[in-house]
Structure formats: C-alpha cells, structure tokens
C-alpha cells in the first residue's frame, strides 16, 4: 500500500465550544478531504496516535471519528497497517463472461497482479479426479494476488492441466487464464461451473489480504471445460467483500433464477 504522501497534511483545529461533537468534526473533516480528492483511493491515513496529538483530542474521540468512517465504506483497516482511503468497490457480475483478471484490469483503480507461484505439485485429491490424475502425478499451480489503488483484495490459486508445464511464468504472468488456454494452450474455454460461499479468513489469507484474522471473506470457486467437456482448470477466489462484490444481471423477463442456473451450464 502506499505511504502518506510527502505533501503538508491540511489538519485542523476541532472546536470546543461548538454544538458538532468533536468526533463528527474530525469525520466530516477527513471525508472531505477524501470527496474532494486530496486523499486518494489507498492512501494511509494518520496513525491514531498521530491524529491525537495533533488534534489534541483523546484517543476516543479519534476512535469514534474512525469508526463512523469505517462504518460508511469510507475508510479500511488493515491490522497492523493502519487505516486506509477505501477503494472503489470492484463490481463482478457473475455471469460476464469476464474473469476476475480482466474485471480487475477494466474497473478497479490503479490495478495489479501479481505472480506468487507458477509451478508443478501434486493438487489436492479432489482436484487430480477433476482432471483425471492418477495419485501423485503433478498438476501446474499458478497462484495471484490481484490488488486495486495498492490493496489487495483477490486472492486466486488456480490449477491447470499437466500441459501447462511447457509455458514459463513470463508467459503467463499478463495474461488472464483463458488467454492462457486460448492463445497458449490452444483450447479454449467453453463453459463453467461456479459455486459461491463465505467463510472465515485463515492465517495466511489475511497476510495475503491484509485483513484481520477470522475476517468474513467471500470464496468463488469455479471450474473450466474445454469444448470436449475436459476439465482445464479449478480456481479458487478468495475476496475482500469490502472491496469487491458479486452481482448478477437480469435480461428482459428472464427471473434471477434462471439467470443463477445459467452460471452453472
């Protein structure tokens, strides 16, 4: 994430005497500074420490102050980071044919993806009966975190096919996984299943994340088929849902439900 910027911060000096409690001062001072700009999407806040012996303040007061900000979607912790401008909430709907890697790329702010692994192992039994592997026999791993405006919200650790192995992680590393198996691997996606749930963020997730540990996260897990029917690749996104969010589209009179059926064919 990045740090606080070099240029003077504009404090201010809360009134004691006013009828605005001076929690609600110091909120609407820093979300002004946030509407109009001068604090960006990922931009570090003051430490708490900070912003009491600035104001003069007690430690309370400041925690309230940051509470209300956090509870309006304006501001985001990270444990033991700080508190962070939020970024603008990523909107993914479920059933684009778009990626996470090509949504990140279309509407997050300053995006990034990063290689973490790209590298043969044995997957996980359910996985190798996905693909048909005999126990033992190696899979390709490819695992990214993706982030928006220098935070990172989209942990995804993916799976592909032992043929996988002939690309190098320069091959892959600014391309999503179906331009992957279109361009590089010569066959193409042709449907999908996917499945969406929650759960509690494990240790390394929420290193990952930079979110608390035992933070509610949302998990999509999906799975790809080529035009045969052959499994090519299992994922799994893990998400920041206070920066990315799931939606689903509606065509003319066709019902949500069917719409959800429509994810899985």
């Not at 993806?113 to 592997?133: H, M, Q, S, T, Y």
């Not at 990214?144 to 590393?173: F, K």
Request: charge should be positive; charged fraction near 20%.
């Amino acid at each position: 994430m990045r740090a606080q910027q070099a240029r003077p911060f504009p404090w201010i000096k809360p009134e004691r005497n006013s009828p605005v409690p001076m929690q609600t001062q110091i909120a609407r001072w820093l979300e002004q500074l946030i509407v109009s700009g001068s604090l960006r999407a990922g931009d570090r806040l003051p430490a708490e420490v900070a912003l009491v012996e600035r104001l003069g303040v007690s430690r309370v007061t400041v925690r309230l102050a940051m509470d209300d900000l956090v509870a309006r979607g304006l501001v985001t912790r990270s444990h033991g980071k700080g508190s962070f401008v939020s970024p603008a909430m990523v909107q993914h709907d479920i059933l684009s044919e778009q990626g996470f890697f090509d949504i990140l790329l279309a509407k997050a702010p300053r995006p990034e993806a990063r290689l973490i692994a790209f590298e043969p192992a044995v997957p996980p039994r359910k996985v190798a009966d996905l693909f048909g592997l005999p126990p033992g026999q190696k899979a390709m791993r490819l695992d990214r975190l993706s982030s928006s405006a220098g935070r990172p919200i989209v942990l995804a650790a993916t799976w592909l096919t032992p043929d996988a192995a002939s690309l190098s992680p320069a091959d892959i590393e600014a391309m999503s996984t179906a331009a992957v198996h279109s361009v590089l691997l010569r066959h193409p996606i042709a449907s999908s299943t996917s499945a969406i749930g929650a759960e509690l963020a494990g240790a390394t997730v929420a290193r990952c994340l930079g979110v608390g540990a035992r933070s509610a996260v949302l998990v999509l897990t999906r799975t790809r088929f080529d035009a045969q029917g052959r499994v090519r690749e299992h994922n799994r996104f893990t998400v920041d849902p206070s920066a990315y969010e799931f939606i689903f589209s509606t065509k003319g009179d066709v019902s949500v439900s069917a719409e959800l059926r429509a994810v899985a064919a």
